[in-house]
């Protein structure tokens, strides 16, 4: 029973508040995905851009595209930006893995499922590059620069070179899908749309033209009988560690597809059993791109407007 104050607009004003979505009073922690997901994408994303703007120096030089990676990459390489990177990429490798299992349905937008489908597929692109360079460096005293790496791609694995080419362009368009159904609920976003998407369109492009300059520069200089002798001297890379590379890779491609299998062998063993993966309620559904993680769209963007009122749309 509403207590009786004389005035009709207090009782309004009363039902009004309890009508009122609220959000949850304490740290849950099914909530928590969304909310790591942008944060881990953003500095993967740091990662990615500052790799290709180092590959655009290419353009100029050899040595100038390894001063800029060196300065770019510095630090990624210390112990404090190792470990944020590889943090940020297991935590947005696996809530990828848990989004996918925990979803009430798999019938998705096509931005959605393309996404997805480039994110799955980006671990098996760039496996042997990430093994034969940074964790070769770390773990068999491999010296690499942008000769020897250009050299295995263009030279000894071809198609290695094609299969990165491809990688720049998988990563590069899963990031910008990502991102911009992130920011398209912010209110400054389309000012900076058309400035954002010629970045997007320039940098891989540059990054392209430069592999294919270094790579053309590589195929000339191997006219020289000297000139891979010279280039791999003191690299350390000998017979036995490019067969330890190989191993490690085809390893980490077989977590990988397992993993794969395991999510959607789990979704399916769940739904033959008559349960749904999820039992979130719906306040704890909204994700960080403005829909739930079952698809369907978020209050966000239902009813715009309500939010506006109550003065939480974000900006």
């Known amino acids: 029973m509403l207590r009786k104050r004389g005035s009709v607009s207090h009782a309004f004003s009363f039902g009004w508040t309890h009508l009122q979505p609220t959000k949850p009073t304490h740290w849950d922690v099914r909530t928590w995905p969304s909310g790591i997901r942008p944060v881990s994408a953003v500095v993967l994303l740091s990662f990615v851009i500052c790799h290709l703007a180092a590959h655009c120096f290419l353009l100029v030089s050899f040595d100038s595209a390894q001063v800029a990676l060196n300065i770019l990459m510095y630090p990624r390489r210390t112990s404090t930006g190792t470990a944020i990177l590889l943090t940020a990429l297991l935590v947005h490798y696996f809530n990828a893995l848990w989004s996918i299992y925990r979803r009430r349905s798999l019938r998705l937008p096509p931005w959605q499922w393309t996404q997805i489908s480039l994110g799955l597929c980006i671990p098996m692109l760039l496996m042997l590059h990430v093994v034969g360079t940074r964790l070769a460096e770390s773990v068999l005293d491999v010296h690499n620069n942008y000769k020897t790496v250009l050299i295995a791609l263009w030279l000894a694995l071809p198609w290695l070179g094609l299969a990165q080419a491809i990688a720049v362009l998988t990563v590069w368009t899963h990031a910008c899908v990502g991102m911009h159904f992130w920011l398209r609920i912010k209110r400054w976003y389309p000012r900076w ?123």
């Open 193 to 315: 749309r058309p400035f954002l998407f010629a970045f997007g369109l320039l940098l891989p492009a540059l990054a392209l033209a430069g592999f294919l300059a270094a790579g053309n520069g590589v195929l000339h200089g191997a006219k020289n009988a000297d000139y891979v002798r010279q280039s791999l001297q003191g690299s350390n890379l000998t017979a036995e560690k490019r067969e330890e590379v190989f191993r490690l890779a085809e390893i980490g491609i077989a977590i990988h597809l397992a993993l794969v299998g395991l999510t959607f062998a789990g979704r399916g063993s769940t739904e033959l059993a008559g349960k749904s993966p999820t039992t979130t309620s719906s306040h704890a559904c909204i994700g960080a791109h403005g829909s739930d993680i079952s698809g369907r769209v978020g209050a966000r963007d239902i009813a715009p407007e309500w939010n506006s009122s109550r003065g939480i749309v974000r900006g």
